[in-house]
């Protein structure tokens, strides 16, 4: 008998530290930048998985193939989805890491999701910073409003968009364009997202961000928006923009650490 009682009190010591394994180990999606593709995300993808986490690199809608092919409401379920699939794969806790147009949509994602492990945010940028430069991009918002107003929402047309400060054709509808650049838009720059989302987030956020990016002139008043909490970091590598992911990699993995 007690023998039997021993391995029983052993079996249940065994299942305890797995259920708590199982609890800790955290799963990441992350989200590539706007025209850009999962490879983006490549090498600190490898880096998360040598080092044990659960990762998934989905492509995103507005990635180069699909951009804007989906709203940004419907981008986000699929941020829903790929969640899920870290946790079928064993993933106790979830977090989001998005680069540039990902990092905001990471933190609006993050404002609706108090449940996340975490938040982190490499370059978060809504090309553009601001509207008073982009004379091409204001038309093609105006346009999408007046095909809302006469009906058209679901029709594809061609639009201008912004990425890194240069002009780039879009094809899509207006609504979908719209619900990442029209008024009404949880990331529609960062600026207005301190106002609108950044006062919401009630998980940990790392912020990373390039000393030579341009796009992370106001991270810091940014960040300042954030309700603070203890693991709430904001660091800074040396970087461009494109170059943020690859040099943030050592600051992720403290970070990380942290979290567990």
Same mark, same amino acid.
Request: with cysteine; hydrophobic share 45%.
């Given at each position: 008998?007690?023998?039997?009682?021993?391995?029983?009190? #052993?079996?249940?010591?065994? #299942?305890?530290?797995?259920?708590?394994?199982?609890? /800790?180990?955290?799963?990441?999606? @992350?989200?590539?930048?706007?025209?850009?593709?999962?490879?983006?995300?490549?090498?600190?993808?490898?880096?998360?998985?040598?080092?044990?986490?659960?990762?998934?690199?989905?492509?995103?809608?507005?990635?180069?193939? $699909? !951009?804007?092919?989906?709203?940004?409401?419907?981008?986000? %379920?699929?941020?829903?989805?790929? %969640?899920?699939? @870290?946790? +079928?794969?064993?993933?106790?806790? &979830?977090?989001?890491?998005?680069?540039?147009? /990902?990092?905001?949509?990471?933190?609006?994602?993050?404002?609706?999701?108090?449940?996340?492990?975490?938040?982190?945010?490499?370059?978060?940028?809504?090309?553009?910073?601001?509207? +008073?430069?982009?004379?091409?991009?204001? $038309?093609? &918002?105006?346009?999408?409003?007046?095909?809302?107003?006469?009906?058209?929402?679901?029709?594809?047309?061609?639009?201008?968009?912004?990425?890194?400060?240069?002009?780039?054709?879009?094809? %899509?509808?207006?609504?979908?364009?719209?619900?990442?650049?029209?008024?009404?838009?949880?990331?529609?720059? &960062?600026?207005?997202?301190?106002?609108?989302?950044?006062?919401?987030?009630?998980?940990?956020?790392?912020?990373? +961000?390039?000393?030579?990016?341009? +796009?992370? /002139?106001?991270? /810091?008043?940014?960040?300042?928006?954030?309700?603070?909490?203890? #693991?709430? $970091?904001?660091?800074?590598?040396? %970087?461009?923009?494109?170059?943020?992911?690859?040099?943030? !990699?050592?600051?992720?993995?403290?970070?990380?650490?942290?979290?567990?």
């Amino acid at each position: 008998m007690r023998r039997l009682l021993a391995v029983a009190g #052993l079996c249940a010591a065994l #299942l305890g530290a797995t259920s708590a394994d199982a609890a /800790g180990t955290i799963g990441l999606v @992350l989200m590539h930048g706007k025209t850009g593709m999962p490879s983006q995300l490549a090498k600190l993808g490898a880096a998360l998985t040598a080092s044990g986490y659960l990762v998934d690199a989905p492509e995103m809608c507005w990635s180069k193939n $699909r !951009i804007f092919d989906k709203p940004l409401d419907d981008c986000m %379920a699929e941020i829903d989805k790929a %969640a899920a699939d @870290l946790k +079928s794969r064993g993933a106790g806790r &979830i977090v989001v890491l998005g680069m540039s147009q /990902g990092g905001a949509v990471a933190l609006a994602y993050g404002a609706r999701h108090p449940e996340l492990a975490g938040i982190i945010a490499l370059a978060p940028a809504a090309d553009p910073t601001g509207l +008073s430069n982009y004379a091409d991009l204001q $038309r093609s &918002i105006k346009s999408a409003q007046a095909m809302m107003e006469a009906g058209q929402a679901e029709t594809a047309t061609d639009f201008n968009d912004i990425v890194n400060g240069k002009t780039i054709p879009v094809h %899509a509808t207006p609504q979908n364009f719209l619900s990442f650049h029209g008024p009404d838009s949880p990331i529609v720059t &960062i600026k207005a997202m301190m106002t609108t989302v950044l006062p919401k987030l009630a998980e940990p956020l790392l912020w990373v +961000s390039g000393d030579r990016d341009a +796009s992370q /002139g106001i991270a /810091g008043k940014a960040f300042a928006t954030v309700p603070h909490k203890p #693991l709430d $970091r904001h660091v800074a590598v040396e %970087a461009d923009h494109v170059g943020t992911p690859d040099a943030a !990699i050592p600051a992720v993995q403290d970070w990380l650490k942290l979290l567990k």
